[in-house]
Each structure stands twice: as structure tokens, then as C-alpha cells.
């Protein structure tokens, strides 16, 4: 298995051009004209994701989320989250690279093998940058309402949450 998954990488990178010659595709100018469009797609995209970073400097610089995570506590008290928890569910919504911040400090705190460490790594794979992916990829589309994706992506994030420290408690 090891051998066979050093190759599937380098096979994909020589057979999907070596398809598209045998089917007559100029891959060269193909290629040249998808990354044209991505440098493009980047440049829309640069504006919102400027954008979103800054508001999560403010956030966290601001201290908008202490006071979430204390407005929170109850609620998260009463569903059996841990408060260490509650700041990595909210910065996971926002930025990945501040959520992963969170998980390091976590981690180096209670260490890996924790529950708070094993809870904190599956928040970490079951959430998403709700937030951060509607601002950038809803921006770089034009989209300007975007109320019913984000209060659905944030309950999914919440729910995720919840479901992550109830699996991480019974498989610990």
C-alpha cells in the first residue's frame, strides 16, 4: 500500500494531460487559460478575504470574544461543553488559522490525549470557517444576501460542536 500511494499523485499529474492529448485538447493553452482564471478569481476574492481577516483581528483584539464566550457559558454549560471549548467553536466559524492557534494552545495545555484535546481536535475536523467561506466565495460570485446560508452554516457548526464532544465522551 505504502509503494502504491507514492504513485497515485505523480500517475493523476501524467494521465489526466495524456487524456486530454488523446482526446484532441490543446492541454498546454487549456492549462494556461484555467490559470488565468484562477489568478482572477484570486484577485476578486483578495478585497473579502482582507476584509475577513481584519474583522477577526478586531474580534479577538476587541475582546467581542470574551464576551461571547461568557454570554455563552450557560448554554454551553447546560448542552456539557466545556468552557476551554466554547472560544475554538467560535474562532472555528471565523478563521481556520486562528482556530488552529486555539487547538495548539489547547493541546499544549491539557495535552493530546485529553479529553479536552481529542474533543478539540474532532470540533476541529467537523466544523467549518462558516463565515470565513460565505465572505470569500459569496464575494468573489457578487452574491450580497447571504443570511440563510450563514444561520444555517453556523447552526451545522453548532450542532457539530455538540455532536463532537458527545462522540469524543462516549468513545473515550
Known amino acids: 500500500m505504502g509503494t502504491w500511494s507514492v504513485w497515485v499523485m505523480p500517475a493523476l499529474v501524467a494521465l489526466i494531460p495524456l487524456y486530454g492529448v488523446l482526446k ?25 478575504l482582507v476584509a475577513m481577516l481584519v474583522a477577526v483581528g478586531v474580534f479577538r483584539a476587541s475582546g467581542a470574544m470574551s464576551l461571547l ?18 472560544p475554538l467553536g467560535v474562532m472555528r466559524s471565523l478563521s481556520g488559522g486562528g482556530a488552529q492557534g486555539l ?10 490525549d485529553s479529553f479536552l484535546g481529542r474533543a478539540a481536535s474532532v470540533v476541529m475536523g467537523s466544523t467549518e470557517t462558516t463565515l470565513y467561506t460565505v ?3 459569496y464575494g468573489s460570485i ?29 468513545l473515550l
Open 24 to 48: 484532441g485538447v490543446k492541454v498546454y493553452a487549456a492549462f494556461i487559460e484555467g490559470a488565468k482564471e484562477g489568478f482572477e478569481t484570486a484577485v476578486r476574492v483578495i478585497p473579502y
Open 69 to 86: 464566550t461568557t454570554l455563552l457559558r450557560p448554554v454551553t454549560t447546560l448542552l456539557g461543553i466545556p468552557a476551554e471549548l466554547v
Open 103 to 112: 487547538l495548539a494552545e489547547l493541546l499544549r495545555t491539557f495535552g493530546p
Open 135 to 137: 465572505a470569500v466565495y
Open 142 to 170: 457578487g452574491v450580497r444576501d447571504a443570511r440563510c446560508t450563514v444561520a444555517v452554516g453556523l447552526a451545522a457548526d453548532a450542532f457539530s460542536m455538540l455532536a463532537a464532544v458527545l462522540f469524543t465522551r462516549l
